[in-house]
Structures are given as structure tokens and as C-alpha cells.
């Protein structure tokens, strides 16, 4: 599959064309100014897609000095460079990651890029998808282009089937627990097996959200049937769908495609799995306790979780909930979280929010009457943006204090300078939210 | 960019291994609009902690910095790069290095080279005692002074070697651009008709 997507977008001896830049505010102001300062204009806007996220108050109250002027510049920015920009207050606003896909412009067999790590989320749809730095946000601005080597491949193969309470998730964090946080470095992933062939776009995107915290260049998952149901009549679809169909039906790999490496995962018996370490791959099944640390790094992160060997992780109390990032801020995601949620309480001490991922998305659960479930059990329903997943925004942990949260990313004080971060699914933040601990979602839905 | 060709000096070390770009720069200093200003903020949680070896005083001028593997996992955030040379930094001695951080490096002259885990070993151990690296060579001197080769993309050495502007440079491929669009570029997702 990537070696068809590359060839199509081969422009060149090592330059690769870019079919969609998605930019944010956090990490394009340097790449509009240095084209200013360069006299150079955007060669695509009409490949080209803005929106505010990283950085945006999603609740009441105005954002900081600094981050008022970084949200300024990018009006300005894609004003003045002829940008398509979904600004904060636009109905289409939302996080990055979420609003390619919900329009309909992350399509199979595209290449996209964008100025953060989690771009490989659109590699979902079959698309090669990656994250870059600044200066190649100004590159593409310039020339819709990147300079690129072909990264390897690796193929990792699921056996067996999901076991219930466990979702996309679970399989993730699994996988990373099992390869490590290097684990596909300098490759990119492909998904392939039964269990996510029977996963929805969601579902895939979560998956394919974290191939970079397993190090991988990027992920992608064949489109299938799913996949063209999810795109069709979105505003971004092909006018000629039903050929874009036929095109798309081409991509996913040959049975006798090679791989130069492959790793297979078995998903019978998986548990839901929490995160208790700083890096992804420090996880275990809800069902287990703290490892005991294999190295340096695992005391590290022991220490600075507050956690002892050998705790069952069912006794470990939170603080703080948080539904909500490019990973898990999806309808479906919210939908998930809901099931557990309706007819019990956040537990007392315990503050819980939902961040949903788009304007759209919390348009979508106000329709269902979603908002009311969760604010009804006491969560507080936020705007979009990507809120704690990173702690730009006035939404941070207090030092110690402890969050079940459906992010990408357990690292030292990424939520907060000493925070302490648990992943899990959204299914399992909810638990951790009525029961105010880890807690094991099997045991609250029948 | 500046031409890149030799840096050597003091190695100083973080015998930490995957450390994330969070840790190098953290969220609440990516808020400035500019290029500039993010050296005083590296590693700023880390540095509260007195005993962080980065204190050292011998390690205050190091131009290289020897650390553990997979070194800028994470975060896409330019900003690290950007903070690690603005503090002086011209050349990190890894395992191996993130993808995205080890890019983002090459587009500002930082260097990045990979040895054998055994041969960073010896540059922690024996820090601050001084390196050299020699990018046309393509070799690490150590502080024993024994030399070892490392492995280094054709093309961002010799752009490194020159001070190239990458964009400059393909933008003198302008020409093939454009064929690409004219004849094999796909239609959409043109976002301006949404």
C-alpha cells in the first residue's frame, strides 16, 4: 500500500507532492513568516486547510496574552497567504486531526501532511499520512512538496478476536506495550487483520492516531467498504464518488505484497489495558498490578507516578478525568463513554470533563443528548480543541495529581508540569470516573 | 542556514533513554510566534531539579550533548531543536534519534549522529571529556581518540555541508512541480470550494 502511494506522488528523485496540508497555529507562524521575509506565497491554497486547536480555551473565559497574539497571527497568516481557515467560533472548527476526516478531505491513497505528530491518524483511510516540523510546514507552503527517502515497512498482523469491553484502544496501547516506543522507528506501520478490518473509521483512526508514539513514521489501514461509507456525502467527497470508489478499491497491498518486517499481535484474552508508566508502552491489563520496573526508565516513571510495584492497578484513585483528544474525541468515542456513564455520578473528589474533538462532534452528541448524560452525572462539556491532551490551555493537572484520560500521551507533565497520566479507552475513563479509580469496565456494563 | 563541517568540544551527558520532545521543550513555550527564545526554557521541568546533570559546570560550554535512544520521541515540536541549539548545542550523540525531531534538526544545522550503544556508552562515561565530529568524514572522534564511522543521508550532508536552504533548493526543481501537476496530479480535496 505505501509503495502505491508513493509512486503516485513520486515527483521526482526523493521529492514526494503533498495532496493535503492541514496547519494549526502552534506550529506555522515561523513557516508564514519566513515565507514573508523569503517574498514567497502559498503555490496550493486550495490544498491547504487551517483550523485553531492546539491552543484555544474550551471553556468560559478569554486565552493569555501570547496565545491570543499566536491565535491572531494565524488569521492574519491565512488571510494574507489566501488560507482556508475554520477559526475558533466556526462551526468546522475542531481539532486537527478530527476535521480532515469529518469533511471528508482525508480521502484513500492521499498524502498528507501536517506541523504535528499525530497526522498518522488520517493514515485510517489508506492514506500516508505524517507528521513534520516547522520548517517543513514553510517547505510545503512553498512547493507542496517534501523532500523525502522512502521509509521501510512493517506489517503488524492481529490474530484472534477483541474480547468484550475492549475497543481500538486497547489494541494500540497493547501493541506498543509489546514493540515499544521505538518500535517501528523509521517505518511505516500497516494494520492489517480481521479485528481492524471489523473496526469503524473511529475506531481505525485510533489506531492509526498512535503508530507515532510506537515510533512508526506513519500507519495506514486498507480502505474497505467502511471506509467509503464513512466518506460518502461528506462536504469534501469526490463529485464523482463512485469512480474515486474504483480508484481507492486499488490500493490496499497485494496478497503477495513483502514487507521488510512483520509482527503479528495476538488480541485472545486481551484485557483492557491502562497506561502506568511516562511512555506508552508502559502498560498493563486493568486486571493486573504495577510491574515491577525492568530498568532505569521504569524507575523513573515509577517515581514520578507516585506508584509501587505490585499495587493492584483497580486500587489506584484519580483526580481528574479527561475525555478528549485526537485519539478519543469522536462521536463514537463520546457515544462509548455515555453507555457507562448514564445513570451514575462522577465520584466525589473526582473533576471530569469532556473535550469533544469538533464543533461538529459536540453538535452531533447535543443532538443525541449525550451533553446532558455527561453533565447530568456531573462532567463539565466543553468546546473543542486539543484542551489537556497537551496543557496549552488553562486546562492542566495540578502538580500530583492523578488523570484517567483518553490521550496519546503519558509523558512527565505532559498534562501538567507533575501530573500523572493513566491512558485508556474513553469506555475506561468513564469507569474511572463513576468509581474514582482504575477501574474495570467489564465489571460496570453487562 | 550556516554550512556545518566539524564540531568538536566537551560532550556533555543525559544517560536518559527516549526522552520525549515535551521534556526537551515543554507546551507552555510554544506559544511564542517567533524562532527565537527557547533556549533559556530546555528541559525546564528537568532543570528544577538541582541535581539534573545538565547543572554541571563542566558541561556549561559542551557543544555536543551524548544521550540515550530513540532521543525527541514525541511531539513534532520544532521548538526542541530550536532550544537545544540556542543553548549551545551544534551536534546530539544518540542510539538512535525520533524521526520527526531528527528532521527537524537537519533543517537547522543541528547535527544528529547515531553510534553504537557501546560507543555512547563510552562518550557518557567518560564526559566531559571532548569529541569531534566530522561530517565530510562522516566520523566520530572519541575521547580516547579512536574514530568511528557513522551513517548520514547523501543528500542532508551534503546540503549541511553547503548551508543549503532546502526550499531554495526545490524550488529550482520548479520545473518538474510542475509537470507533476499538469500530468498526473489527482483532483481534490480542493478545500478553497468548500
Known amino acids: 500500500m505505501l509503495d502505491k502511494v508513493w509512486a503516485d506522488h513520486e515527483v521526482g528523485e526523493e521529492l514526494l507532492y503533498v495532496d493535503l496540508h492541514l496547519v494549526h497555529e502552534v506550529t506555522s507562524a515561523q513557516a508564514f513568516e519566513g515565507l514573508r521575509l523569503a517574498g514567497r506565497r502559498v503555490r496550493r491554497p486550495d490544498r491547504t486547510l487551517a483550523t485553531a486547536d492546539h491552543n484555544v480555551p474550551t471553556g468560559p473565559g478569554d486565552p493569555d496574552e501570547l496565545s491570543r497574539v499566536q491565535l491572531a497571527a494565524l488569521d492574519t497568516n491565512c488571510a494574507e497567504f489566501g488560507v482556508r481557515l475554520y477559526a475558533l467560533g466556526h462551526r468546522r472548527q475542531g481539532v486537527v486531526h478530527v476535521i480532515g476526516p469529518e469533511l471528508g478531505v482525508t480521502q484513500p491513497g492521499m498524502t498528507i501532511v501536517c506541523g504535528d505528530s499525530h497526522t498518522s491518524t488520517h493514515g485510517a483511510f489508506g492514506a500516508l499520512a505524517f507528521g513534520i516540523g516547522t520548517s517543513e510546514v514553510e517547505h510545503v507552503l512553498a512547493t507542496q512538496t517534501l523532500p523525502q527517502r522512502r521509509p521501510r515497512t512493517m506489517r503488524i498482523s492481529y490474530a484472534g478476536a477483541l474480547g468484550a469491553g475492549c475497543t481500538a484502544k486497547d489494541i494500540i496501547l497493547g501493541t506498543i506495550g509489546q514493540i515499544g516506543t521505538d518500535g517501528a522507528a523509521g517505518h511505516v506501520i500497516e494494520y492489517a487483520g480481521a479485528a481492524i478490518q471489523g473496526l469503524s473509521m473511529e475506531g481505525r483512526m485510533t489506531i492509526a492516531n498512535m503508530s507515532i508514539e510506537a515510533g512508526g513514521r506513519a500507519g495506514m489501514i486498507a480502505p474497505d467498504d467502511t471506509t467509503f461509507a464513512y466518506l460518502e456525502g461528506r462536504p469534501g467527497a469526490p463529485a464523482d464518488f463512485d469512480v474515486a470508489v474504483e480508484r481507492w478499491r486499488g490500493y490496499p497491498s497485494d496478497p503477495d505484497a513483502v514487507f521488510d518486517r512483520e509482527v503479528t499481535v495476538e488480541l485472545a484474552g486481551v484485557a483492557p489495558q491502562v497506561s502506568w508508566g511516562t511512555n506508552p508502552s508502559q502498560v498493563a491489563p486493568i486486571t493486573g498490578a504495577v510491574p515491577e520496573p525492568g530498568d532505569e526508565t521504569d524507575e523513573r516513571a515509577l517515581a514520578y507516578m507516585g506508584l509501587t510495584a505490585g499495587t493492584p492497578l483497580q486500587e489506584i484513585t484519580v483526580d481528574r478525568v479527561f475525555l478528549g483528544s485526537c485519539t478519543n474525541a469522536r462521536i463514537e468515542d463520546l457515544r462509548a463513554a455515555a453507555e457507562v456513564v448514564r445513570g451514575r455520578r462522577v465520584s466525589a473528589g473526582v473533576r471530569a470533563m469532556v473535550v469533544p474533538g469538533s464543533t461538529q462532534v459536540k453538535a452531533q452528541a447535543e443532538s443525541e443528548g449525550l451533553d446532558a448524560v455527561f453533565r447530568d452525572a456531573g462532567f463539565e462539556w466543553r468546546g473543542a480543541g486539543c484542551s489537556m491532551c497537551l496543557g496549552m490551555n488553562p486546562d492542566i493537572l495540578q502538580p500530583g495529581e492523578r488523570c484517567a484520560s483518553t490521550s496519546n500521551r503519558n509523558f512527565e507533565g505532559r498534562q501538567g508540569a507533575g501530573g500523572r497520566t493513566h491512558l485508556m479507552s474513553p469506555a475506561m475513563a468513564a469507569a474511572a470516573a463513576v468509581t474514582g479509580r482504575l477501574a474495570d469496565v467489564r465489571e460496570l456494563v453487562a | ?194
Open chain 2, 1 to 194: 542556514m550556516r554550512a556545518v563541517t566539524v564540531v568538536s568540544g566537551p560532550v556533555a551527558a543525559l544517560d536518559r533513554a527516549s526522552v520525549d520532545t515535551d521534556q526537551i521543550i515543554p507546551k507552555q513555550f510554544l506559544k511564542r510566534i517567533e524562532r527565537t527564545g527557547f533556549g533559556e526554557f530546555l528541559f525546564f521541568d528537568w532543570m528544577k531539579d538541582p541535581a539534573f546533570p545538565l547543572h554541571r559546570p563542566e558541561f556549561a560550554a559542551a557543544p555536543i550533548l551524548a544521550t540515550g535512544r530513540n532521543f525527541g520521541c514525541g511531539s513534532s515540536r520544532e521548538h526542541a531543536a530550536w532550544a537545544l541549539q540556542e543553548s549551545g548545542f551544534q551536534a546530539i550523540i544518540a542510539e538512535s534519534f525520533g524521526d520527526i525531531f531528527q528532521t527537524n534538526c537537519s533543517k537547522n544545522g543541528l547535527l544528529t549522529v547515531a553510534l553504537p550503544a557501546a560507543d555512547v556508552r563510552e562518550l557518557i562515561d567518560s564526559a566531559p571529556a571532548p569529541a569531534a565530529v566530522d561530517l565530510e568524514a562522516q566520523t566520530v572522534t572519541l575521547p580516547s581518540g579512536r574514530a568511528v564511522s557513522f551513517d548520514v543521508d547523501p543528500s542532508v550532508r551534503e546540503r549541511l555541508l553547503h548551508g543549503w536552504d532546502d526550499i531554495a533548493l526545490t524550488e529550482r526543481r520548479a520545473a518538474e512541480i510542475d509537470r507533476y501537476e499538469a500530468e498526473r496530479e489527482r483532483a481534490g480535496p480542493n478545500v478553497l470550494a468548500l
